[in-house]
């Protein structure tokens, strides 16, 4: 049982390279939030259009299956 506590301790300590430090993650997250707000009005702006252009899509696919 030892042995295998060593292995997935020994096993998970890579991992933790792979975690940032605690006062880098708040700069990671205010980025985060920064990247969402600015993209937030172009995604709404464009979200009707997509779908628009979809249903366009699909009804001349139903069309040409008539």
Same mark, same amino acid.
């Given at each position: 049982m030892l042995q295998l506590f060593f292995a997935i301790a020994f096993s998970a300590v890579p991992l933790t390279l792979y975690i #940032? #430090?605690?006062?880098?993650?708040?700069?990671? %997250? =205010?980025? %985060? =939030?920064n990247f969402l707000r600015q993209t937030a009005t172009y995604t709404l702006r464009t979200y009707p259009r997509v779908r628009m252009g979809c249903s366009r899509i699909f009804n001349s696919l139903v069309r040409l299956t008539r």
């Open positions: #940032p #430090p605690i006062r880098s993650l708040n700069l990671f %997250v =205010e980025t %985060v =939030e």
